[in-house]
Nanobody, 115 residues
């Protein structure tokens, strides 16, 4: 089970850190942990990911404002978003993939950016 937290209402230009905590498994053992977002009326899009061996990646569309990292002590993967923009408003979802039979999603956390 994955549990996201850290969303909320933030002013444009601010920063936010989202957390994806795993329950019942070590999240760092997943082959890939990724953050997606879905804005109203739009498709879900991948924004950042980190592999089991620690290689981070982020979508070109976020222009380096998103940083994914691991919190080993909390058994979580974090997503820090800097310089928030109105277009970042979305529900953010965490996905952890171990195999096709063990591919899990969290319930999502809402991020709303006010301008």
């Amino acid at each position: 089970q994955l549990v996201e937290s850290g969303g909320g209402l933030v002013q444009a230009g601010g920063s936010l850190t989202l957390s994806c905590a795993a329950v019942g498994a070590r999240i760092n053992s997943a082959a890939v942990v990724a953050w997606y977002r879905q804005a109203p009326g739009k498709q879900r899009e991948l924004v950042a990911s980190v592999t089991r061996d620690g290689r981070p990646d982020s979508a070109d569309s976020v222009n380096g404002r998103f940083t994914i990292s691991r919190d080993v002590a909390e058994n979580a993967v974090l997503l820090r978003i800097d310089n928030l923009k109105a277009d970042d408003t979305a529900v953010y979802y965490c996905n952890a993939f171990w195999s096709s039979d063990h591919d899990y999603w969290g319930q999502g956390t809402q991020v709303t950016v006010s301008s």
